[in-house]
């Protein structure tokens, strides 16, 4: 290995662990808040066969952000249903 690839892997490490502790700065800062659903969410990518979650109060449970977009999983429906997006949601006061 030259020092080259060395020095690229280490720089590749350290932004591995940036993205790393920006998920978890996020995740501290919004699991167990409370939101409420404003899209025509029903947790299907395609298709319109359940009904919508609009308006439906939800609490965070972990949030994961990759390339493009944050994707916040919600505790009541953790299984069954994808993330939800930062444009399907608003947060609610305490």
Do not use: W
């Not at 994961?64 to 994808?82: M, V």
């Amino acid at each position: 290995m030259t020092l080259r690839d060395a020095n690229l892997k280490a720089a590749l490490a350290k932004h591995v662990r940036h993205v790393q502790s920006i998920n978890d700065d996020a995740n501290r800062a919004l699991k167990g808040v409370r939101v409420r659903i404003v899209s025509d969410y029903n947790g299907q990518p395609y298709g319109r066969s359940k009904p919508s979650l609009k308006g439906t109060i939800c609490t965070v449970d972990s949030v994961s952000i990759d390339d493009n977009r944050a994707h916040i999983f919600l505790k009541e429906y953790l299984y069954g249903h994808p993330s939800v997006g930062l444009n399907d949601i608003e947060f609610i006061e305490a």
